[in-house]
């Protein structure tokens, strides 16, 4: 299973590799107070973030428990996986 840290890991290299695809600048050293807009990250590109965060942890957290428009901030997007993830493993046991 993996963990919290292993989760925003992932999101930030994700959120990174996006970035780079669209040539805008990265931020090897994200917090997860950053806000999304400011990094770069547009509708399309956070869009295509969460489908490829969803194809590598197996969840989508805006299925049903997050509403996307509320995420504002790098840490937000994180917990939100994390957090689906967690309640996943919490069911599955």
Do not use: C, K, W
């Amino acid at each position: 299973m993996l963990i919290a840290a292993d989760i925003t890991a992932l999101v930030h290299q994700e959120i990174n590799a996006l970035l780079a695809e669209a040539e805008r600048p990265t931020h090897p050293t994200l917090t997860g107070s950053e806000f999304l807009h400011e990094l770069g990250l547009n509708s399309l590109l956070l869009a295509r973030l969460v489908i490829q965060l969803e194809m590598e942890l197996g969840v989508d957290p805006f299925e049903e428990e997050y509403v996307i428009s509320d995420v504002r901030t790098v840490g937000t997007l994180s917990d939100a996986y994390v957090r689906t993830v967690e309640q996943l493993a919490a069911t599955a046991v």
